[in-house]
DNA sequence: GCAAGAATGTTATCTTATATCAAACTATAC
DNA sequence: GTATAGTTTGATATAAGATAACATTCTTGC
């Protein structure tokens, strides 16, 4: 595998999605059983939801459309999911947009880089091992001890600079 | 310059603190006039209060030690002189605290790394150009036009892992 | 001084997220 | 199979973060 490559994103026009999601559903699956936590009807359809784009949601839009199929949701349901989600590594939160994506590559301990598109709202979920050692490098310069990163970059896909 | 430096944080120890807002306030008034903006009162003590520490600020702590000086300030008063200096560059905003603190090096055009310590709350910001242009790389290859970058690294500072 | 624009004040509201306690469900031990 | 401990979800309330909209005051250039 190369040390950079586009593992989600900015390919909608050209990739089945309906694969992609059944791809990450079992994956999630798979994870879930590994880790001994339980993937219960409601953490499903928040991952689900989540994944019926490649552009991040908030956490009230998931609520809205869980009230479609469930007895008035309240934010609590939303958060707990969202929060199990996340450790199970499932799921990335965009600290710059406040909003929630499917992690692209659960499998693997990451945390992922994003290149987020300010027009159409897609995100591309990057994983550079050069850029992470390359900040381990830093930390390490000024005695830092890294635990956990926040690496978005937002701006404009290819297909969104078109004129 | 070295590619990477250290711009602000994790020196408590050893700078003088009164020498570090009173630089910190002269650039600022320097890139105001650049730009033909005004460093009212009110920004100013703003920029004071954020940079009465090396730690992030939250904008409603803000705007509590504003009451103090102030006749009971409301929220925009605060979010919009945080608005305007982060739009001169002089503050961020760390997107994974809701919190805001002071720019190291105001003067150029930059984003800023941030290590965060998670114990003690310390920030430092850094300035590494080989982790820009790495960025810079990993966009070109798939075509995207980089505007805003967010990259906020926790964990502990060298002072917090000691036993 | 006066008009135009900038900055601040004021009120209300919106968005995002969590605390807390209760009820329902699940798995295991007996 | 049922008691029970642990986990998950439901429900209510509220905390925390941010902005919209309009009024007033302050600055600046004429």
């Known amino acids: 595998m190369p ?3 586009v593992i989600q994103g900015f390919e909608s026009a050209e990739h089945d999605h309906g694969d992609c999601v059944a791809d990450a559903l079992r994956e999630a699956e798979r994870v879930c059983t590994e880790r ?7 953490r499903r359809t928040v991952f689900e939801l989540l994944w019926s784009s490649h552009k991040p949601v908030k956490a009230y839009d998931l609520l809205a459309q869980l009230a479609l199929t469930h007895d008035r949701p309240a934010p609590p349901t939303v ?41 159409c709202g897609v995100v591309a979920e990057l994983d550079d091992e050069t850029l992470t050692s390359r900040i381990d490098t830093n930390a390490r310069k000024i005695g830092f001890k890294v635990n956990d990163e926040t690496i978005e970059i937002s701006g404009l ?5 078109q004129p």
Chains 1, 2 share one sequence.
Do not use: W
Not at 36 to 42: A, I, Q, S, V, Y
Not at 157 to 161: D, F, G, K, S
């Open 36 to 42: 001994g936590e339980r993937f219960t009807p409601l």
């Open 79 to 119: 958060y707990r999911a969202l929060d199990f989600l996340q450790e199970a590594g499932l799921v990335h939160k965009l600290e710059s947009l406040n909003a929630y994506i499917g992690c692209g590559e659960p499998g693997r301990r990451h945390q992922g880089q994003f290149m987020i598109c300010e027009e």
């Open 3 to 5: 040390d950079n490559m």
């Open 157 to 161: 896909c290819r297909q969104c600079q």
